[in-house]
């Protein structure tokens, strides 16, 4: 069993930034893909970032090219995505989820998720 806890979310202004967290615990492994959606109300969850945990190789949907950032630190089993200049179109409930397979951009290829933590950006 893999547990996935998010945090870091919160009521931010238009152009403001948040770093959200993701910590893993349980068995891990370094073979995973760990990405990042995150899902409107009324809308389907979408991808946003994946990397590989072990090799630190990453992707970004074009959305948020150039404005996110994935990252991660191996030693503490914590994923991160800082996310710059938002809007309110990046308003969500942001999950973060775990694959056996690489840089998988669908939800469906995903074997673990976690609960999700909220950011709404305000004009």
């Known amino acids: 069993q893999v547990q996935l806890v998010e945090s870091g979310g919160g009521l931010v202004q238009a152009g403001a930034s948040l770093r959200l967290s993701c910590a893993a615990s349980?068995?891990?492994?370094?073979?995973?893909?760990m990405g990042w959606f995150r899902q409107a109300p009324g809308k389907e969850r979408e991808f946003v970032a994946v990397m590989s945990w072990i090799w630190g190789s990453t992707h970004y949907a074009d959305s948020v090219k150039g404005r996110f950032t994935i990252s991660r630190d191996f030693a503490k089993n914590i994923l991160y995505l800082k996310l710059n200049s938002l809007t309110p179109e990046d308003t969500a409930v942001y999950y973060c989820?775990?694959?056996?397979?690489?840089?998988?951009?669908?939800?469906?290829?995903?074997?673990?998720w976690g609960q999700g933590t909220q950011v709404t950006v305000s004009s």
């Open positions: 349980g068995r891990t492994s370094s073979d995973y893909a």
């Open positions: 989820a775990a694959a056996l397979r690489p840089v998988p951009d669908r939800p469906e290829m995903y074997n673990w």
